[in-house]
């Protein structure tokens, strides 16, 4: 690309190859929603298995799988920080956006804990999953994840009519299609635009 | 009526430049070398013309013992890039 002066068509083409160059590199951001998405399916529905078919009492110490989960996260974020060679707006929004979230889960249950309303700790989770997925979606101008977000929402205030048992199952669905569901499309839809 | 295009964007480089910067927060030279593929020594010009007319910052570091230098496009940047678009405009649109 040299010094060549340009005629008006070939600037705005110009512009516009430069513009989805940038995008296509911007798009794979749904390695930590996957990861994210699975962790946390696997111990609402986990939870459920054991505390209703297995009567296991300490049913809850599936959540633990979050330990090496969040270790896997930190090492995906690092070792793609090396390789990043720009960064965006709507990145960064992400991130803090969900590293704010991640901080809000946990100090959630501490709350109800300490409170001790930790059977109630579902309609809440769900609440926070709903606005971290709808704020996405938002921001990637992405539909799925804010319709996401809103059956999440749905599924929070649902899940009050059921008891603690059965409000873990409302937990994984709400996951499954607020989170994992719109991952999936989301990838599928960069993967397109790649090539 | 046609309106005067910026001469310091109306050049092939410092275009493809700055619609990289105008995409992103920042970016480094390795990606803007990538995108745009040019040399590095042209695009070291390009870059340091861009800064001078007071459209990018550029911001040299290091980065795990490396050198990096990192370029930012400037509020003034971002009000000439789009003055040069609607300008661009008028050439495509001479009755609009």
């Known amino acids: 690309m040299g010094e060549a002066t340009l005629s008006p068509q070939e600037s ?76 965006t707006y709507i990145g960064d929004s992400m991130k803090y956006l969900w590293m704010g979230m991640g901080i809000s889960y946990f100090v959630l249950s501490m709350i109800l804990t300490r409170m001790g309303w930790g059977t109630n700790v579902f309609p809440f989770f769900m609440l926070l999953y709903g606005l971290g997925t709808f704020v996405s979606g938002k921001f990637l101008q992405f539909k799925p994840l804010v319709y996401g977000g809103l059956i999440a929402w749905a599924l929070a205030i649902s899940s009050t009519f059921f008891n603690y048992d059965y409000q873990m199952l409302f937990g994984a669905v709400a996951i499954l299609i607020s989170y994992i569901i719109p991952a999936y499309m989301l990838r599928s839809k960069n993967k397109a635009t790649q090539y | 009526m046609f309106k005067e295009l910026d001469p310091i964007l109306h050049s092939q480089l410092r275009l493809a430049v700055m619609s990289l910067l105008i995409s992103v927060k920042e970016a480094e030279f390795t990606f803007l070398k990538e995108k745009t593929n040019a040399t590095a020594g042209n695009l070291s010009v390009q870059i340091n013309k861009l800064k001078e007319a007071g459209y990018i910052e550029v911001v040299k570091q290091f980065k795990e013992n490396y050198p990096q230098t990192i370029c930012k496009i400037t509020p003034k940047g971002i009000d000439s890039f789009e003055a040069y678009v609607v300008a661009l405009h008028s050439y495509m649109n001479p009755n609009g």
């Not at chain 1, 296991?56 to 959540?63: A, G, I, P, S, T």
């Not at chain 1, 989960?69 to 720009?86: C, H």
Request: glycine letters at 6%; a positive charge.
């Open chain 1, 12 to 87: 705005l083409h110009l512009i516009q190859s430069m513009i989805t160059k940038t995008r296509k590199d911007m798009g794979d951001n749904t390695k930590h929603f996957l990861l994210w998405g699975w962790i946390t399916f696997a111990s609402c529905s986990g939870q459920f298995i054991l505390k209703n078919i297995f009567e296991f009492e300490k049913h809850y110490l599936v959540w633990l799988l979050v330990i090496p989960g969040a270790v896997i996260s930190i090492f995906i974020g690092m070792k793609d920080e090396k390789k990043r060679t720009a960064t």
